[in-house]
């Protein structure tokens, strides 16, 4: 199994640029999120999926988006790329049930807006 | 919602001294508990997790964390440090009989190891 994978591994955008941060699971995990790290600020979620066609909003989901056509795939699109946008991003993924429930994390994107 | 407090966002030892990482939770009913480890330029790694058997939870690469109900606790310990120790490390919480899966992480505590 390769786990959680995530590309690109670094990106640097001008402001206004859009662009899709690519997420892939092959273990057949429900759940798929997306996070994002400062420094001093832990992770934050963006958004969520608990399934194929099943989104939702995280902590801090202004200026991106989702979609999950299939269990394995989980992109998040930057629309209208801003400075603060500039961080690491992470994507994990999970079972959704069962005491034995850890998230995987994929090695992270670090991204920088100019 | 669920929050994840970690006291000390540094924490300083020296090689072999005791490792003590605090972490807090707010939840009246205990949580499922995770410290996840994340090295320079990683991504996050599981150290350990606490779900509802043993309140003391064994981890790798030495380290531990007991659960303590009344303290509302998760604390990360590992009796003597190793240089490769130095990382920052994150204590997680999830809602028990949640069906989203979601995840509350702290701020993170970044553990430096003097020689």
């Known amino acids: 199994n390769a786990g959680v994978t995530q590309t690109p591994k670094f990106q640097v955008l001008k402001t206004g640029q859009s662009m899709t941060l690519q997420c892939a699971q092959d273990?057949?995990?429900?759940?798929m999120s997306w996070y994002r790290q400062d420094p001093g600020m832990g992770l934050r979620l963006i958004h969520y999926?608990?399934?194929?066609?099943?989104?939702d909003q995280g902590e801090v989901p202004n200026g991106y988006n989702v979609s999950r056509s299939t269990t394995e795939d989980f992109p998040l699109r930057l629309l209208s790329a801003a400075p603060s946008q500039t961080s690491v991003y992470f994507c994990?993924?999970?079972?959704?049930?069962?005491?034995?429930?850890?998230?995987?994390f994929g090695p992270g994107t670090r991204l920088t807006v100019t | 919602a669920q929050s994840v407090t970690q006291l000390g966002s540094h924490v300083s030892v020296s090689e072999g001294a005791l490792v003590l990482l605090r972490c807090n939770y707010s939840?009246?009913?205990?949580?499922?508990l995770f410290w996840y480890v994340q090295y320079p330029n990683q991504g996050l790694q599981l150290l350990l997790k606490?779900?509802?058997?043993?309140?003391l939870v064994k981890g790798i690469n030495g380290f531990e964390a007991e659960f303590k109900k009344s303290e509302t606790s998760f604390h990360l310990t590992k009796p003597s440090a190793h240089m490769s120790d130095a990382a920052e490390y994150f204590c997680?919480?999830?809602?028990?009989?949640?069906?989203?899966?979601?995840?509350?992480f702290g701020r993170g505590t970044q553990l430096t190891v003097w020689p």
């Open positions: 606490y779900t509802s058997a043993a309140t």
């Open positions: 939840s009246s009913v205990p949580p499922y």
């Open positions: 997680a919480v999830r809602d028990r009989g949640s069906t989203l899966g979601r995840l509350y």
């Open positions: 994990a993924s999970s079972i959704l049930a069962g005491d034995s429930y850890e998230q995987y």
């Open positions: 273990m057949n995990h429900e759940y």
């Open positions: 999926s608990v399934g194929a066609g099943i989104t």
